[in-house]
């Protein structure tokens, strides 16, 4: 088992160095495979931290069931955009506006600088630079949640920051340019107040593990409930702030919307899909220290807090958007704020089904990213008030698209609504009364701004003259595979996932 | 074990220390020209080094002497380097870029501080290491930074900013968890340098797209 946490720790980076001096068949190829084989390798974790966690490298690297949910997400995506990203970048009706344009005189890897040498999309050195970004980017999110110490977790969490920026500025853009920015910017304002959160938890476990302990999870985790609470509580803080931003909790959330609209469609996928739900699961870790350490209240009241004003301010955000992938991203705090409020509630049933929506969350909104890129590419745009007969110009990933809106807001029988019943549910039982009705009141909401913009632009007769077809059956293929897995998650999960979610919602609860 | 100082003397040669790293955060705040930007934090970095060598000798910590050495490497003379090759192609070198009156600025920034300071004192924290006040300092570095980094509107200064906020952490860090273990020490380090290129690289794409180092022309997303 532990041997699989090593395969992830290095093949995704292996194939993004060989991507990076590849032909784009050879490196979209090799990326699909390297996806799918890390989804399968997430899977075959799965019976393994059925009751223990898996060590690995001296115990650098530990996976338990929280981190496999997370994983499993995480590499799904992996999976899933690669595949899109083949249609994405290579279809038919794509023309390179300037053909291999001798790039390889530009310098090795270690001529990091020439990054910066402008690369139009059609490109050869375009796609070399993406192929290969694509897998770190997707390496970064699918380590974080295998390593072990707190102090490594935020390593990974900055090396996402810093890939998915260039990510999100590689077509060169000036919206593109000014998003890159404002997003490294902020998320590294907010991972700063994140490593000082390292320290202080340090310096809270150094009170009882003595000093120049490594930040292992198990030691904190048994030793916590002996840690100065005062010092805890000011970890846990700067935690939530520090990770939300990268999670894109209000008030910290300004740079999302932007990067998520900005950046080319397959890094939206990725980063709504699964990088803000690694900076979820940071703070996840820390919030298994609290409860050990302050109890369950103060953390409680922290999440709740975040998660209602993030929620709150996305619903109404989403009420006045246009631009359909900048809906999307609304659509994003959204979810994470009802990450949030779920895990508030804390009573079992309601932690299982934030874990769920996790998983939920990853397929609907990266299947709605991928419709909206098919969009973007057939009618050359992504103003909702333009876009017109979706459904009649894209014959497959028109229809999808709205599929994957209603699963988005939450409508049966997708998984988004078994998640946010089961959070519900719990909510009711703990009971939490307030929260719950704002909550349903704000999941209410942005079903309303989601559906009605949302399908308004697809819903509706082509113009005149138009003709029908999708511009490439990989965006089909990967939409399908994850409207499958978002149906199948709200229908019928299987057995195994149960149990995994089961476990992983006892890892978050109080210790016995 | 190696003799211990004179408490009086270590104290003092390290507060000194972290003092004039507080003060170096103000001079970002208010200094006029670009690169001398870059300089304020290379001797910024310098000054860390110096309390991080204090530190190991006083305390016999050896693991610091390495990290001071890789400090000194990295952080006083790689990534300045790497700035200022970005910066190579750009003529303007007055940044011009207050958002506020330098007065105004420097008074936020004796605000944050102190609130810094307050704040610490209002925790119980003990160091083995350092004197407490380090901490406050420490702090307050941190605080100061994210004020150059909104109140200062070019790309130099707001990347700058956030590298002299690792500065800030590496004191506080310091004080509370000098026995943070010497791969995590490292990893901080290696992550720092590639953010360092990546700013870098999107700083020249920015230079390149708007012929300018000031973020005035970033205003075009929204809502």
Redesign the interface.
């Given at each position: 088992m532990g041997a699989i946490l090593v395969v992830i720790l290095v093949m995704p980076v292996v194939v993004g160095l060989v991507a990076w001096r590849s032909s784009p068949a050879l490196a979209g190829g090799l990326t699909v495979s390297a996806g799918v084989a890390t989804f399968g390798l997430a899977l075959a974790l799965v019976p393994g931290v059925g009751s223990h966690s898996v060590l690995a490298l001296d115990s650098w690297l530990r996976a338990d069931a929280l981190s496999v949910v997370f994983l499993v997400a995480t590499a799904f995506l992996y999976a899933v955009t690669s595949i899109f990203a083949v249609g994405y970048l290579h279809g038919p009706k794509r023309e390179p506006r300037e053909v291999l344009d001798g790039s390889r005189r530009l310098g090795g890897p270690l001529n990091?600088?020439t990054?910066?040498t402008?690369a139009e999309p059609g490109t050869l050195l375009y796609s070399q630079r993406f192929w290969a970004g694509l897998n770190f980017f997707a390496w970064s999110m699918a380590v974080a949640p295998i390593v072990n110490?707190l102090?490594?977790l935020w390593?990974a969490i900055?090396?996402t920051?810093?890939?998915s920026?260039?990510l999100v500025?590689i077509d060169?853009t000036?919206?593109a340019?000014?998003?890159?920015?404002?997003y490294?910017?902020i998320a590294?304002?907010g991972l700063?107040i994140a490593?000082?959160a390292t320290?202080?938890i340090?310096?809270a476990g150094?009170t009882v593990l003595?000093?120049?302990?490594?930040?292992f999870f198990d030691p904190l985790l048994r030793a916590a409930p002996r840690f100065?609470p005062?010092?805890v509580r000011?970890a846990f803080v700067l935690a939530v702030l520090g990770y939300g931003t990268k999670m894109g909790l209000f008030p910290v959330h300004t740079w999302l919307?932007?990067a998520h609209?900005?950046a080319p469609t397959p890094v939206s996928a990725l980063l709504s899909g699964s990088l803000l739900t690694i900076a979820f699961y940071a703070i996840l870790r820390y919030y298994q220290i609290a409860i050990r350490s302050v109890g369950v209240a103060f953390p409680r009241e922290v999440l709740l807090a975040f998660g209602i004003a993030s929620l709150v301010l996305a619903a109404l955000?989403l009420l006045?958007?246009r631009d359909l992938k900048?809906l999307f991203a609304y659509s994003s705090i959204e979810h994470m704020g009802i990450l949030m409020i779920g895990m508030s509630f804390g009573v079992t049933i309601a932690v299982v089904g934030v874990l769920i929506h996790v998983l939920a969350h990853a397929a609907a909104k990266a299947t709605a990213f991928f419709g909206a890129g098919s969009v973007m590419r057939r009618l050359g745009t992504k103003d909702m008030t333009q876009i017109r007969g979706g459904i009649g110009l894209l014959p497959w990933s028109g229809p999808m698209l709205v599929l994957a809106i209603l699963g988005l807001s939450a409508a049966p029988p997708f998984g988004i609504f078994r998640s946010e019943f089961l959070i519900v549910y719990g909510g009711l039982s703990d009971p939490q009364d307030v929260a719950v009705a704002i909550l349903v009141a704000g999941v209410t909401m942005a079903f309303f701004g989601l559906s009605w913009y949302g399908t308004q632009a697809m819903v509706t007769p082509a113009p005149e003259g138009a003709i029908r077809g999708e511009t490439s059956g990989w965006i089909v293929a990967a939409m399908l595979v994850g409207l499958i897995a978002l149906a199948m998650l709200g229908i019928h999960p299987p057995a195994q996932l149960d149990h995994l979610l089961a476990r992983a919602a006892a890892e978050l609860g109080p210790p016995r | 074990m190696h003799p211990t100082p004179d408490p009086g003397t270590f104290s003092g040669i390290t507060e000194g220390l972290a003092a004039l790293i507080l003060l170096t955060e103000f001079a970002m705040l208010r200094s006029a020209m670009l690169r001398s930007q870059v300089r304020l934090y290379s001797f910024q970095s310098l000054v860390v080094a110096a309390l991080a060598s204090a530190v190991a000798a006083a305390r016999g910590i050896p693991d610091l002497f390495i990290l001071a050495g890789l400090t000194l490497v990295l952080k006083v003379i790689l990534i300045p380097g790497?700035i200022f090759?970005?910066m190579r192609g750009s003529k303007v070198d007055l940044a011009g870029s207050h958002r506020l009156n330098v007065a105004t600025m420097i008074f936020i920034g004796i605000s944050v501080s102190v609130f810094g300071f307050l704040a610490v004192e209002g925790?119980?924290?003990h160091s083995?290491t350092l004197p407490t006040p380090a901490l406050g300092t420490a702090?307050a570095v941190?605080l100061v930074?994210?004020v150059v980094?909104i109140l200062r509107g070019d790309?130099v200064s707001?990347?700058v900013g956030?590298f002299s906020?690792?500065n800030g952490?590496s004191v506080?860090?310091l004080v509370?968890?000098?026995?943070?273990?010497f791969i995590?020490e490292v990893?901080?380090l290696v992550?720092l340098l590639?953010?360092v290129?990546?700013?870098?690289?999107?700083m020249?794409?920015?230079h390149?797209?708007?012929d300018t180092l000031s973020?005035d022309v970033?205003?075009?997303?929204k809502?």
């Open positions: 990091l600088i990054f910066s402008p110490s102090a490594l390593v900055e090396i920051t810093v890939i920026a260039l500025a060169n000036e919206g340019t000014e998003a890159s920015w404002k490294v910017l590294s304002m700063g490593l000082v320290i202080v340090y310096y150094s003595g000093s120049g302990y490594e930040l100065p005062g010092i000011l919307p932007d609209s900005e955000y006045s958007q900048r | 790497i090759r970005v925790l119980d924290i083995a702090v941190v930074s994210f980094i790309v707001q990347a956030f906020l690792e952490v506080a860090s509370v968890a000098a026995g943070l273990p995590v990893a901080f992550d590639v953010a290129v990546v700013f870098g690289v999107l020249r794409v920015h390149m797209k708007a973020t970033l205003d075009r997303l809502g």
